[in-house]
């Protein structure tokens, strides 16, 4: 076996090259600054990329990722991330991004304790245990993981929205909006589940963490919400003769008209 990793050079060569002949400029605009308008806080599972799911070219968006995309108010790695994301480069929006079959949140609902990783996970441990007659109510597994890495998502936009860098931004009108994003692997497709917030007044009128347990946020697909959208500007009148517009593929998930 090769103890050098020639074939990930090669493959760099490759792409370095496709990216200055598709745009010859690019190498020198990237080596001048970068501006990302987003940071992104995610999950370290490798299928969860920032820029492939976005579609965004390097520079668009500042990445944060750990297991679980767990916010820990004392992680200085995190804090520091978020500090020289808002105060250095201005990013207008923090994206919490989940995903759905997350094996940490997973191993945090099981009983193994034996591991560094189990102290990672005690937030979403604690929040399982506090509440483990409702989850435990919810009797597909799978169902009950799905709900945790939700819930997650949630928990971790709170958390990030009651850090002294993100307060202190807003209480200086500094633009600043959080969002909690879930990824479903199986199909790509990213899903806004909230809280949107923008300011400590949205993020203090948000029911408790508890509240959403039981009664939680329904995700909402982007490929549905431009369906919404799609289907909300037109007059009622509208539809009457027409076919509906949307893939037969993505029907059954995006048709808001129910046509
Ligand atoms: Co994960």
Same mark, same amino acid.
């Given at each position: 076996?090769?103890?050098?990793?020639?074939?990930?050079?090669?493959?760099?060569?490759? /792409?370095?090259?496709?990216?200055?002949?598709?745009?010859?400029?690019?190498?020198?605009?990237?080596?001048?600054?970068?501006?990302?308008?987003?940071? /992104?806080?995610?999950c370290?599972?490798?299928?969860?990329?920032?820029?492939?799911?976005?579609?965004?070219?390097?520079? %668009?968006?500042?990445?944060?990722?750990?297991?679980a995309n767990i916010v820990? @108010?004392?992680?200085?790695?995190?804090?520091?991330? #978020?500090?020289?994301?808002?105060?250095?480069?201005?990013?207008?929006?923090?994206?919490v991004?989940g995903h759905?079959?997350c094996?940490g949140v997973?191993?945090a609902l099981?009983?193994?304790?034996?591991?560094?990783?189990?102290?990672?996970l005690?937030p979403i441990?604690?929040l399982y245990?506090?509440?483990?007659?409702?989850?435990?109510?919810?009797?597909?597994?799978?169902?009950?993981l799905d709900r945790m890495c939700e819930i997650n998502v949630e928990m971790q936009v709170?958390r990030?929205?009651?850090?002294?860098?993100?307060?202190?931004?807003?209480?200086?009108?500094?633009?600043?909006? #959080?969002?909690g994003?879930l990824?479903?692997?199986?199909?790509?497709?990213?899903?806004?589940l909230?809280?949107? #917030?923008?300011? @400590? %007044?949205?993020?203090?009128? #948000?029911?408790?963490i508890?509240?959403?347990?039981?009664?939680?946020?329904?995700?909402?697909?982007?490929?549905?919400?431009?369906?919404?959208?799609?289907?909300?500007?037109?007059?009622?009148?509208?539809?009457?003769?027409?076919?509906?517009?949307?893939?037969?593929?993505?029907?059954?998930?995006?048709?808001?008209?129910?046509?």
């Amino acid at each position: 076996m090769s103890r050098t990793l020639d074939h990930l050079l090669d493959q760099n060569v490759v /792409w370095a090259s496709e990216k200055r002949r598709h745009d010859p400029t690019y190498f020198l605009r990237m080596a001048e600054h970068q501006t990302p308008q987003y940071l /992104w806080i995610g999950c370290s599972d490798s299928r969860v990329t920032a820029n492939d799911v976005l579609r965004l070219d390097p520079g %668009e968006v500042f990445v944060h990722r750990n297991i679980a995309n767990i916010v820990h @108010t004392s992680d200085l790695n995190i804090l520091s991330v #978020l500090e020289f994301a808002i105060e250095h480069l201005a990013v207008r929006h923090i994206i919490v991004c989940g995903h759905y079959g997350c094996s940490g949140v997973r191993r945090a609902l099981g009983g193994d304790r034996g591991a560094m990783l189990d102290h990672w996970l005690q937030p979403i441990t604690m929040l399982y245990r506090k509440h483990k007659p409702k989850f435990d109510a919810i009797g597909d597994e799978a169902a009950r993981l799905d709900r945790m890495c939700e819930i997650n998502v949630e928990m971790q936009v709170r958390r990030i929205a009651a850090t002294p860098i993100v307060e202190n931004a807003w209480a200086r009108g500094q633009e600043l909006h #959080l969002h909690g994003w879930l990824y479903a692997i199986h199909d790509g497709l990213l899903m806004d589940l909230g809280p949107h #917030l923008s300011s @400590t %007044e949205e993020r203090d009128a #948000l029911p408790s963490i508890d509240a959403r347990v039981i009664d939680p946020a329904e995700p909402v697909s982007a490929m549905r919400r431009q369906a919404i959208d799609a289907f909300t500007r037109l007059p009622p009148d509208a539809m009457e003769g027409l076919a509906c517009p949307l893939p037969a593929a993505s029907h059954r998930l995006t048709c808001a008209e129910g046509c």
